[in-house]
């Protein structure tokens, strides 16, 4: 069955100091994997998306890592700020049948 | 804003009542889609409309009607739904159907509550 599981489920850090979060697949065969940001009360944003050539892809203070092997993505945060606070979505595309297989999201919280 | 836009943003209904939650971009895109968020679990697929034919029906209950005049609104007929119905409604197009290459472009979402 294809899944996307995504961990940790949440996650508080404080201002100034850096994250990954995690995602695992099963989906196959895989297409192309994105990160999503949700802020709260507003719909998904894209951040990357990676095909299964890419093996690190940034957008900022971002960074996106894709090992197609252990079929395991990572999304870095650098240098947090509160604006970080949000759910984050990732998103595998499975290739024979054009379907998009959603993770649950990592709810982020950035303090001060 | 994101191109897409949803109404309400907020919508309390009773289960006997009826109600329509409203979709429109402006993007030129050509699908559309009906998503449910609930807290904790993956975005579900509701509805797909690929230049406004309907190509993909989830499994959805017939309480949820979807409506697609042309390829810049869409609508989800809402009639007799239950408290487990209560979510967050998200809207996304694309410039096609086709997940592979397409980025969805998202709306902010109606928050409905049914008590």
């Known amino acids: 069955k294809n899944q996307v599981e995504q961990s940790p489920q949440s996650l508080i850090i404080l201002e100034g100091k850096n994250c990954t979060l995690q995602?695992?697949?099963?989906?196959?065969?895989?297409?192309?994997l994105r990160w999503y940001k949700q802020d709260t009360g507003r719909g998904p944003v894209s951040l990357t998306i990676?095909?299964?050539?890419?093996n690190t892809k940034s957008n900022g203070r971002y960074t996106a890592t894709l090992d197609a092997d252990t079929k395991q993505s990572s999304l870095h945060i650098t240098a947090s700020q509160l604006s970080d606070s949000a759910s984050y979505i990732c998103?595998?595309?499975?290739?024979?049948?054009?379907?998009?297989?959603f993770g649950a999201g990592t709810i982020l919280r950035v303090k001060s | 804003e994101t191109g897409v836009t949803q109404t309400p943003r907020h919508l309390v209904m009773g289960m006997t009542n009826k109600k329509s939650l409203k979709c429109e971009q402006h993007l030129g895109h050509n699908a559309m889609y009906w998503y449910k968020q609930s807290a904790k679990k993956p975005l579900e697929l509701m509805f797909v409309?690929?230049?406004?034919?309907?190509?993909e029906n989830n499994s959805v209950p017939s309480r949820f009607s979807p409506e697609c005049p042309n390829s810049s609104h869409l609508f989800l007929h809402l009639h007799t739904l239950q408290p487990e119905d209560s979510a967050l409604y998200l809207c996304?197009?694309?410039?096609?159907?086709?997940?592979?290459?397409?980025?969805?472009?998202f709306g902010a979402g109606s928050r409905l509550t049914v008590l």
């Open positions: 998103v595998v595309s499975e290739k024979a049948e054009d379907k998009l297989v």
């Open positions: 409309y690929n230049f406004k034919e309907q190509t």
């Open positions: 995602c695992n697949y099963t989906v196959s065969p895989f297409s192309n």
């Open positions: 990676m095909t299964f050539s890419e």
């Open positions: 996304a197009s694309s410039q096609s159907q086709g997940s592979g290459a397409n980025v969805l472009t």
